[in-house]
């Protein structure tokens, strides 16, 4: 099983290329950023600067959208990455949630994002590719084929399906194996039936961790179930409770959210949180001493995740990443 961080782009430049120099020595694989242009500074420098001060591990926004951007200066940009750091880039892509939501604007559809990430891979690869905004085709002179791998956050089915069918993997902001489970089989599932090979398909779990007792991991990091409840009130104001499209215990745990503030997306001061129960927390994120951490990694790991991404945003980074390289990632490793 591959691991990851992620970071927002509240942390500063210094202690960003810190991090991920100490994660990268300590076994991770990949760091994730944040792109939330508003919320948080642009997450792309931070991206260049640290591919500068490591060797290694790999990049990717987590997650950008199809309407940020010009879908050719997001090719332009990704290839760029890409080749200045030897191939350490790839991509996390949903349909936009607080980038494009705080200037209230909606986000994607998901066959605008299926066709970005078409679009895009091919452009990075070097093809001449035709799209909506630009009525000339667009060719970038100076791609040399890197195939741009591409991992769609999704939730509900249609997303899902998205990713099965055009995505090189799903990125599930969730940390209870059995969900993962249930989201993972439909997005490969969905690629099977499209004819495509999916022994590589990536299925990410992105999710806090956090050491120590019951009560401080809760604390630490209610802010997460509220975001995840977030996406959860569109599906089911999409499919309704009772569809069978989105499992119970998942419609079931958002019943008595009253709203969401986007100005506090995925922070812990988010005003609200009322609804989130310990053992919610416990069950979305990954909680309490290393054989604890290592037992939910193993029924991750069952489950079909092949990387388990952690959520920064719970202070005690440091030492988490620490716990990681000394005691879980070489569990896993040697696996």
């Known amino acids: 099983m591959e691991f990851g961080i992620t970071f927002k782009g509240f942390v500063s430049p210094e202690r960003a290329r810190s991090l991920v120099k100490q994660a990268e020595e300590a076994g ?199 975001m995840v409840g977030n996406h959860v009130a569109d599906i089911v104001e999409k499919y309704g409770t009772d569809s069978g499209l989105v499992p119970k215990s998942l419609t079931d745990y958002i019943e008595k959210r009253k709203g969401y503030d986007y100005s506090k997306h995925g922070q812990s001061d988010n005003p609200y949180l009322d609804f989130i129960t310990p053992e919610i927390v416990d069950g979305f994120c990954v909680l309490g001493e290393v054989e604890q951490h290592i037992g939910k990694l193993k029924h991750l790991k069952e489950a079909g995740t092949t990387q388990f991404n952690i959520y920064l945003d719970n202070g005690d980074e440091e030492n988490i990443i620490a716990q990681y390289g000394k005691h879980i990632i070489p569990h896993f490793k040697s696996a």
């Open 28 to 226: 991770f694989d990949y760091c994730w950023f944040y792109d939330s242009h508003i919320l948080w500074r642009e997450c792309y420098p931070a991206i260049a600067m640290c591919m500068e001060h490591t060797s290694r591990i790999k990049f990717a926004p987590c997650v950008t959208n199809p309407n940020a951007r010009d879908w050719s200066l997001a090719a332009s940009l990704f290839g760029s990455l890409a080749k200045q750091s030897g191939g350490r880039f790839e991509v996390g892509l949903g349909r936009g949630d607080s980038s494009v939501r705080v200037m209230g604007k909606k986000p994607a559809t998901l066959a605008r994002v299926a066709e970005f990430t078409t679009k895009v891979k091919a452009m990075v690869r070097g093809d001449e590719v035709h799209y909506g905004e630009c009525p000339e085709p667009v060719k970038l002179p100076w791609a040399d084929g890197y195939e741009l791998p591409v991992h769609i956050g999704a939730y509900g089915p249609m997303a899902l399906k998205t990713a099965g069918e055009v995505g090189d993997g799903v990125i599930l902001q969730i940390g209870e194996p059995s969900l993962v489970k249930w989201f993972a089989d439909q997005a490969k599932s969905a690629g099977e039936a499209a004819g495509r090979d999916m022994s590589n398909f990536k299925v990410i779990a992105a999710a806090p961790a956090y050491f120590g007792d019951k009560d401080s991991c809760t604390e630490a990091t209610r802010w997460f179930p509220a």
